[in-house]
């Protein structure tokens, strides 16, 4: 019988297709990958039968001997799962996670020339089911290895929510003496395209030798392997499901490029967060924080809902917008929606606008919708990205009073928030 | 007393501005608009004193006096509100609606030499108000127009919701004997860096010399006046809250530029959509469909809200993922995330995913999490973008069974669809 990680051939109805046997979570489904390196699920009643190639060959486990060295300065990876953590074991079937500094070093040797390694495993999760609480962890794991006296911290994640991750923990370091960079990987370790390496040595090398102390991304330039960018904690977007380059900086430019080959880092020209002496962290969120997407054809109690929520993002049209207004018959239900609004806001939710347009910024004074909403108490976020929001209210209301909060969201803090927006240039970066 | 209109000099606690005032809807924002075209507003209580440094002058309304010129075809302009058909009067200070053919020749003389006009209102209202209802009106308009034998359809429209507009009449036109093109306006026609009069006008050009019968968008390729680009209705976002070009096709590209200059339509290779020899309509859209945004930090009742709604799009992230999984006590509550879905789906509500990464598509045969989803019953929207996939199983639960409905939503009806994705060069189309 094909086992996962045996090279096999399956007939379908369609066809047939050829591919490594991976190991499926359902009976319903066999999954192939390909030899392009995607994955495809096949029914497995449209699979009339499945015949074995080759054999999957049995693993050796080769561990590199770990030498520190007196000349290399230290760096901690700290560990939350994500693919950049995790290679599927065709042997076993089971997805492994690689986190020991002998099994990085062992995936990764070029590391070794870079800096002796501390590694911690926080948790082992996709990033989707990260909450609030997840982020005190993390702090706690930066406060561990900051003790130790590290000379950078990298947080391995997965890329789905690594932006806003590192959006929160750039609220809740308020300063620190290393650098904080979190890296991802759109392809597992286990496929030739992977980005997992590059990603890792690349941020690796930065935070040995930089002096910024703030919280960033080291992701993939461009579709090549030739650059890391080093991208802005609070201002950045996973712009494609796929892609190694998915990560792009919004309303703002990468702080540092550094050159895969000869290791070259060029700082863009922004100005940035230095090391600072000490480590000063504010942990706190409060839990209760939502966010709405505005669409057409939404009904008023999408808005009520939110009722005994401590804050809501809304992440509306344009320069910030909502319905609201019932011009004619066929919006007649809109009439209710700038009411449930209100009543949230007498009742203590902090609403702050932000724009689904990702570039550009909220304004919401050109339009009578802005200056109706701005009159209901909506907050402008100006070009907060609506995940920077949520995690910026989040952290406000966990650390501040509503009022403060109230005063806070608008200003910036870490770069989250363009006082002037000035686009001269085409606006998307690639 | 100073007047809506007048050129005044305002006085605040930080300084002063000078500019025009503008109408404002409420009494506590005095509304100026500045020389650099924006409009800024002070709130009353810090403004001491008000200036007029000039009157407003008295407008003198000059019509156009229209002739119909046998050689050229006739097109038709349907006007929904927005800011392409606004304009500030600042003799009376109320937002004018320009829509008669009369008027829009004395606001765009240039059309008279492309083809004669037919005008008709629709509605006047913001984009942000509409709902499914109003494109039935937009459908039986275009049924007059093709039965008064127009060469071409232009449908003028507020850029918030203008693309999920065009996507809803690409799946509600089957086909046509005429191009139904969108057109919006960044700016207002009042001021000097107004994209409206290009954007009709490249339309205007484009509708009367085009092969094309099917739904477009026609605005600003880039940030100067050279070109215009139609866009595809299915696959085109508000990628800029405020910039001329905000308007970008997403894992496809424009159809044909529109020299502004010498009027030269170039295509650009893709394969379009053919006049037809008759006009075909399916109008009809299911009232009940929700759209969730997926973040961190969510509570299932976000998810069981949805119960008695026909159709749910979930704006996913990365490749098509939710919260779901309890992998640490932080995010045990994630364990009521799956059943919520399940139960939901159970009671016939039609799920669908989407990407919020906007680029690239939803592939949930890679992560144990996307397989989770599909076991669950969420179906795949591919490459759909979240608002295409709102108003397109709408679109199709009007007219189809649930059945089928699940089977059309992952098909390509309208070039909504890439079954294949693929992207060498850079993914961002400038």
Known sequence: MAQAGDRVKINTKKGSEEGILMPSSDKKTILLKLDSGYNAG????????????AKAAAKKKVMAKITQNPDLPTIAILHTGGTIASKVDYRTGAVASEFSPEELLSLFPELKNIAN???????????????????????????????????????????????????????????SPVPIVFVGAQRSSDRGSSDAGMNLICAAEFVTRTDFGGVAICMHE?????????????????????????????????????????MEIKYLGNSYQKRADTLSLKPKMEEKIGLLKI???????????????????????????????????????HKEIYPALKKLIDSGCVIVMTTQCLFGGVNMN??????????????????LLANTALVKLSWLLGNHSREETKELVGQNLRGEINERLQFEEDFVKK
Not at 366 to 383: A, M, P
Request: aromatic share 8%.
């Open 366 to 383: 050109i339009y009578d919708k802005g200056r109706d909403l701005l009159e209901l108490g909506v907050l402008s976020g100006k070009d």
């Open 222 to 262: 461009s579709s090549s392997d030739k650059t890391c960018v080093i991208l802005p904690g609070t201002k950045t977007y996973k712009l494609h499901s796929s892609r190694r380059d998915a990560f792009k900086a919004i309303n703002s430019s990468a702080l540092a490029s550094v050159d895969y080959k000869t």
């Open 117 to 175: 390694l501390e590694s911690e495993l926080i948790s082992q999760m996709w990033s989707d089911d990260l909450r609030f609480a997840h982020f005190s962890l993390i702090a706690k794991a930066i406060e561990r290895q900051v003790k130790k006296g590290v000379k950078g911290i990298i947080i391995g994640m997965g890329t789905d929510n690594l932006a806003v991750a590192s959006a929160a923990l750039s609220f809740i370091v308020e300063k």
């Open 295 to 333: 669409h057409i054809n939404m009904f008023p109690e999408q808005f009520s809902f939110f009722k005994g929520y401590k804050g809501l993002i809304i992440e509306g049209t344009g320069l910030g917008h909502t319905p609201g207004q019932a011009p004619n018959k066929e919006s007649a239900i």
């Open 42 to 53: 096949f029914d497995n009643k449209d699979v009339s039968n499945i015949t074995v190639l």
